[in-house]
């Protein structure tokens, strides 16, 4: 990108393109522009900035049903998150992930070099928001347990879940942190 970038210039704009309707998370703002991410089906991110012109703003969502969380989420090519109803209580979620690191480079698999990570918890959602602790046998809130347990917060943004977690969640380089797309 130039220098000049973020602005209507030929030399600011991408090959890339979205179509009237698609969803975006909108994380800056500089003069007219917004700086957006676009998750596709396969849950691969772009980044860039739009025109503020060309977007519409949706209200922050503030509550939600455990029925908006429950499916097959996509991140990256290597972060998959199932959320499903829990069976002892409508208002609990059950939320289990898988997440690798290099699973997807052949000589890092060839030389058993792929590093795994998980997720675990049942939780009552606070509306669009869930945060929780690992703990060995039970979910915990966010703020106990070991200090290097593994921590989540989920947000739930359109049809989006926005997940953040504290690196502690697998082996080496493995995170949840990314925007995740319901799967088909």
């Not at 917004?34 to 025109?51: E, F, H, I, Q």
């Not at 898988?98 to 058993?112: I, M, Q």
């Not at 675990?120 to 046998?137: C, I, K």
């Not at 082996?171 to 942190?177: E, T």
């Amino acid at each position: 990108m130039q220098k000049s970038c973020p602005s209507a210039d030929a030399a600011c704009r991408d090959k890339a393109y979205l179509v009237s309707g698609d969803q975006v998370i909108v994380s800056t703002a500089e003069a007219n522009f917004v700086c957006a991410d676009y998750v596709n089906s396969k849950g691969l991110t772009r980044a860039g900035w739009l025109p503020r012109s060309a977007i519409v703003m949706q209200p922050k969502p503030t509550s939600a049903r455990a029925d908006d969380w429950v499916g097959q989420w996509q991140g990256g090519p290597e972060q998959q998150i199932s959320i499903v109803k829990a069976a002892k209580s409508a208002s609990d979620i059950e939320i289990s992930g898988e997440a690798t690191f290099g699973a997807l480079d052949p000589a890092r698999v060839k030389r058993g070099a792929v590093n795994l990570g998980e997720v675990a918890a049942t939780v009552t959602p606070d509306g669009a928001s869930l945060d929780f602790t690992m703990g060995d046998r039970e979910t915990l809130p966010y703020e106990k347990g070991d200090d290097d347990a593994c921590r989540v917060r989920m947000r739930l943004v359109g049809a989006f879940l926005l997940v953040e977690d504290n690196r502690n969640c697998g082996g080496m380089n493995v995170s949840f942190s990314g925007i995740y797309r319901k799967r088909s």
